[in-house]
Structures are given as structure tokens and as C-alpha cells.
């Protein structure tokens, strides 16, 4: 029967760090000089060896000083069946100890009591390697990337596939979690709807200001379901292949053969860009974004750039009905549902004007349609209507500053003035196109009224939000993901970002990451 040691044992681990500093303090006084780098990468490799013998030896003690008889769940005394040994890779390398294992005779159910006390991994490595993996390897470029800086900086790390399976648990984890929130908020807010509905609660008073949701798209590529590429096994071959044979390449074959042109693609064995730009096995998903903030939390960093002090994202691939839901508890959490002004910021998608002019009907809604996507159109339509390029910006550049000026409807008649005198069918369909696009989203478009309310005119706040949270990480030359792990990918880098969230993901990691 293994009883505790004497008290004290974790004194003698650091025996060896107190001979190494006073070691080290010997040499300085002795005059020998030694870089600051080298004095670090010294002491920070005694720590370690003290840090991972500490917890040897705590854990020893406490497996020791377990008790021999505890209280099974149902109700029946569990009895000790001996010591089992097992290891597991944590923060300061493997560490390797002894626990109980506990067996009830009544139910006879068996399990390590200590475990579930202290918190072992039911893995190979502790949680704290698992999320010092997922937070590298959602903000670094690949998960290679993030293997290679792990061992770097802590001397360990799991294997690239190992490191992509967490990210797909982990992500998949939080983007339940974040759903069933939604989901919750979603229910409290209905019922506290119908009873301001009713008379029996009043309506939460608004505070001054306003609140400003944005929502966007943007597209990755992504394999087809039942497209993905699968590793296959090398043919044994009667002869060895000869100088002559090209090397195999595989559907993810050379990334920098993605940034060639077309015509060398298209003789990429395998290559999933074809002649005709993309392979059949491809495709490309959109993945909606949003995002909510208060209008006191905008800050102009610099002339012409401006910076959000806090903000939260919502972003979704394949469930548009729970993105609305996630992005309405977004907008409560951020306090922009309370203000005296909800103001929504978009292109001219109808699928986003329409879908949230239905989420936020209860609330004062000031839709705004992006200045700078209305500027596109006009700039489109004038290279179709104007032959010479050099006359282009004569034709566009008034327009849109008649635009930016409030004045839609005179923009209007003179496309309707100007439309039979047009040369072709192009320009006479440009004009057109551009005149319905301004006559669906005019009540959209009174730009001096939303300048003089300090309200955004533009979505660059989206459009930064689409590259920080998929762009960075998701559109690298290259890259083509599954459907799962490009969800599991974008539902991580969100609650890396969100206030909060990564910490109740992982309730031990430091304050640092939710000011990231």
C-alpha cells in the first residue's frame, strides 16, 4: 500500500534551480559575461525540468493520499483495486504517475476517481498543449505553421493531423456552443416580446446613440461533398520507375502551382485548376459574416482610418437560419439592440436587406447601403456606356457626387434623359441595369443625412471583418477546404476574437486571449 512521502519532497526539486542560480551568480562575479539571450535560454530550461519534477511529485503525493474507500453515484461504497500507471504530455513535457483505480462491487462500474479530480487528460496531451494548438493554428497560415511554433516555443507539440482533428472538434464545439446560445437568447427574446405584446412587461428603455450591425459574404472554395481528396496507397510496380516518369501530384499538389497561369495549370496532372479555370470538384461557398458594435466605439486611428475599440462577430457556412439568430444575440450583447437608432450597413444583396429588415422589424432600423458599392455601379456602368476611356470619369464622377449629395432621384432622370440617345444595345442595358439598381435602393441612399448623424456611409468595418476572420486564414494560394473544417476553421477564429468567448472554451486560458 503506497502511503504519502514525507512532507516537503517539492523542497527538493528545486534544489537543483537554487545550485544552478547561485552557479550563474558566481560566474558574474567572477567577471564572466554571457549574453542576456543565453542567460534566458538557461534559466528557462532549468524552470521547465523544475516545473514538470513539481508536478511529479505533487501529483505523486496527492494519488498517494487518495482514499481507499469512496462513494460510487449509485449509492454504494467503491473499493481501491490497486495502482494503475499511465503519462500524458502536458505544459512542461511528459509527465508519468500512479492512481488509484476504483471499483464498485454494486454496479459494478470501474474508473480513476483521481482523474476526474485532478483534471487528466483522457488523451495524450493535456488540455493546456490542446489550446496553446487550436489558438496557433487558427491565426497562423497552416497547421504546420502551428505545430513548428509550438515546439519552438515550448519544445512540444502534436502532429500537423493531429492538430487539424482538434481544430475540427474544438471548433465544431464552440460553434454549438454558440448556436445554442443563440438559440436560448432567441427564446427569452420572444417571450419578452409578447409580454411587452401584452401589457404585462414594459419595454426596456433606450439609451443615446445608436448601434451598428453589418453583414456581408465572402466566398471560399471548398471540395464538393463526397469530392474530397483521399490519400492513396503507392502501387507496387514489377519495375522501378524510370528518370523519365513525371513525379505524382495529388489534387493538393504544389501550392505555388496555384499562383501560375491557367494555361500552365491545365497541365498540372491532377491539378484542380482545368482549361476552363476550376475543376468540377470545387466549388465555391459563401460564408455569411456579421457584425455588431456601438457607434462611441469607432476611433479614427489616422487620417482616413478609423478602428473598432470592441465589437462582435458572428460568421456561419451552411446555417443561414441560426446565423440570424446568432447575429440578433450578438447585437443584445454588444448593447446595440438598446439604443435610440439600429443602424445596418450592406451592399445592395437583397438576401441581407430583406432577412434583416425582418430580424430587427421591432427595432428603429436605418438601413444604409454602402456608398462605396453604389460608387462601383456607377463606375461599371460609365466603361459600358462611355467608348472612350479617357471621357469615363467625366461621366461618372458627377453622378457620384450627386449621389453622395442626396440627390438619387435627379441622378435618375438623367440616365432616363440620356438613355435614347445611347449607341448599342450594351450601353442602353448598362443604363439600364444601373437605373433600377439606384430606384430599388434610393430610401437607402440619403447619405447627407446619415454624415450628419455620424452614422458609417461605407462597409469597411465588414469588409476588414471578412478578411481578419476567413481571408487571413481560409483564401491563402492554395488552400480548399472541406465544408466540416472550414466551419470548424471560422467558428474558432470567432471565438478567438469574441469577448469572452475563447475563455468559456477554455475556462484555464489566460485573459490575454480575449483582448486579442
Known amino acids: 500500500m503506497k502511503r504519502p512521502n514525507a512532507v516537503g519532497q517539492t523542497l527538493q526539486v528545486v534544489e537543483p534551480l537554487i545550485q544552478k542560480l547561485a552557479e550563474l551568480e558566481d560566474k558574474a562575479l567572477r567577471g564572466e559575461a554571457m549574453t542576456v539571450v543565453a542567460l534566458a535560454a538557461e534559466l528557462s530550461q532549468e524552470l521547465t525540468g523544475v516545473g514538470r519534477r513539481s508536478m511529479e511529485v505533487i501529483l505523486d503525493q496527492a494519488a498517494r493520499a487518495q482514499p481507499t474507500r469512496l462513494r460510487c453515484p449509485c449509492g454504494a461504497e467503491a473499493g481501491s483495486q490497486g495502482f494503475e500507471s499511465r503519462s500524458f504530455v502536458g505544459r512542461f513535457g511528459r509527465e508519468c504517475l500512479s492512481r488509484r483505480r476504483m471499483d464498485c462491487g454494486a454496479c459494478g462500474r470501474r474508473w480513476f476517481a483521481f482523474d476526474e479530480a485532478w483534471g487528466l487528460p483522457e488523451g495524450k496531451y493535456a488540455d493546456d498543449v490542446r489550446e496553446a494548438t487550436d489558438r496557433l493554428a487558427c491565426r497562423l497560415g497552416s497547421f504546420a505553421e502551428a505545430v513548428e511554433e509550438l515546439r519552438h516555443l515550448w519544445g512540444l507539440a502534436p502532429d500537423g493531423s493531429t492538430a487539424k482533428r482538434w481544430v475540427g472538434q474544438d471548433g465544431t464545439r464552440a460553434e454549438q456552443a454558440v448556436r445554442a446560445e443563440a438559440a436560448a437568447h432567441w427564446s427569452r427574446y420572444e417571450e419578452q416580446t409578447h409580454a411587452v405584446a401584452r401589457g404585462d412587461l414594459r419595454a426596456p428603455e433606450r439609451s443615446e446613440g445608436f448601434g451598428v450591425i453589418e453583414v456581408d459574404g465572402v466566398q471560399v472554395l471548398t471540395w464538393k461533398p463526397g469530392q474530397e481528396p483521399r490519400r492513396r496507397e503507392k502501387e507496387a510496380t514489377s519495375s522501378p520507375a524510370t528518370a523519365r516518369d513525371p513525379p505524382p501530384l495529388s489534387e493538393t499538389a504544389e ?12 497541365n498540372v496532372p491532377g491539378s ?31 487620417p482616413g482610418r478609423g478602428v473598432l475599440l470592441d465589437r462582435r462577430y458572428v460568421a ?27 443602424v445596418r450597413v450592406s451592399d445592395g444583396s437583397a438576401y441581407f436587406i430583406e432577412h434583416s429588415d425582418e430580424l430587427f422589424c421591432d427595432q428603429p432600423l436605418v438601413g444604409i447601403l454602402d456608398c462605396q458599392h453604389a460608387k462601383q455601379h ?10 472612350d476611356k479617357k471621357q ?12 453622395m449629395d442626396g440627390k438619387v432621384d435627379e441622378v435618375i432622370a438623367d440616365l432616363a434623359q440620356e438613355r435614347p440617345h445611347t449607341t448599342g444595345p450594351q450601353s442602353a442595358e448598362a443604363i439600364d441595369e444601373l437605373s433600377g439598381y439606384l430606384s430599388r435602393h434610393k430610401q437607402l441612399m440619403d447619405y447627407p443625412t446619415y454624415h450628419a448623424a455620424g452614422y458609417p456611409l461605407a462597409s469597411a468595418a465588414i469588409e ?14 492554395g488552400m480548399i477546404w472541406s465544408e466540416t473544417g472550414l466551419q470548424a476553421m471560422v467558428a474558432l477564429r470567432v471565438a478567438f476574437y ?18 486579442a
Not at 507 to 514: C, K, N, Q, S
Request: proline share 6%; net charge positive; aromatic share 6%.
Open 255 to 266: 501550392r505555388a502551382s496555384r499562383h501560375q497561369a491557367p494555361s500552365t495549370l491545365s
Open 316 to 342: 456561419t457556412l451552411n446555417d443561414r437560419a441560426g446565423f440570424w439568430q446568432k447575429l440578433h444575440a450578438a447585437a443584445m450583447a454588444q448593447g446595440v439592440l438598446s439604443r435610440h437608432k439600429v
Open 392 to 403: 469615363v470619369p467625366q461621366w461618372v464622377l458627377p453622378r457620384t457626387q450627386a449621389i
Open 378 to 387: 456607377v463606375w461599371e456602368a460609365g466603361h459600358k456606356v462611355v467608348n
Open 464 to 477: 476588414s471583418t471578412n478578411k481578419r476572420l476567413v481571408g487571413r486564414r481560409c483564401k491563402q494560394g
Open 272 to 302: 484542380p485548376m482545368g482549361p476552363t479555370g476550376r475543376s468540377a470538384r470545387v466549388a465555391g461557398r459563401e460564408v455569411c459574416v456579421g457584425l455588431a458594435y456601438l457607434g462611441e466605439h469607432v476611433c479614427e486611428q489616422s
Open 498 to 515: 469574441n469577448p469572452g468567448a475563447w475563455r468559456g472554451l477554455w475556462p484555464h486560458a489566460p485573459a490575454l486571449a480575449d483582448a
